[in-house]
């Protein structure tokens, strides 16, 4: 598959919001793993090889195991997430598809506090931004370096 646009020379200006909003991520309560976790995540769902090259290279430099990570699309069936990550990963599931269901959303409020939950919700938004640019301008996957956007946080 060709690249089509270099967005990150071509849309600097564009880009300015998004980065932002990954700033703001970066600095929340929400504990980096977790967040690098459903960023993960909601990138095999959206199907975005540059996010996931990315986001499982910053996951290993971050100490994660290999094990949580194969098993991320089984995590309803899988023994190794903690409830706090179900609850997010469930929230952002659903936030992702356009949903927001009662049971998913109650299930999340006993873990998150209320700004937690804003931040999750925006989590999920930003990465499926993300994953949409990078599906449509098609970079390179493979060549990510772990922490090489640390300074964008996205």
Same mark, same amino acid.
Do not use: C, H
């Given at each position: 598959?060709?690249?089509?646009?270099?967005?990150?020379?071509?849309g600097q200006s564009a880009l300015k919001a998004l980065f932002g909003l990954g700033m703001y991520l970066g600095k929340s309560s929400i504990e980096q793993p977790l967040l690098h976790l459903i960023y993960f995540r909601i990138s095999q769902i959206n199907g975005c090889a540059y996010c996931l090259d990315m986001h499982s290279k910053d996951l290993?430099?971050?100490?994660?195991? /290999?094990?949580? *990570?194969?098993? $991320?699309?089984?995590?309803?069936e899988s023994p190794v997430y903690t409830t706090r990550e179900r609850a997010a990963f469930a929230w952002v599931e659903a936030i992702n598809a356009n949903e927001a269901p009662d049971d998913i959303y109650e299930t999340a409020r006993r873990e998150f506090? /209320?700004?937690? *939950?804003?931040? $999750?919700t925006i989590a999920a938004i930003t990465i499926s931004g993300?994953?949409?640019?990078?599906?449509?301008?098609?970079?390179?996957a493979g060549n990510y370096q772990p922490g090489m956007f640390n300074a964008k946080a996205n």
């Open positions: 598959m060709e690249p089509r646009i270099n967005y990150l020379q071509k290993r430099a971050m100490g994660e195991t /290999e094990q949580r *990570l194969y098993m $991320l699309p089984a995590w309803k506090s /209320e700004e937690e *939950l804003i931040d $999750l993300y994953n949409r640019i990078n599906i449509a301008f098609r970079p390179v």
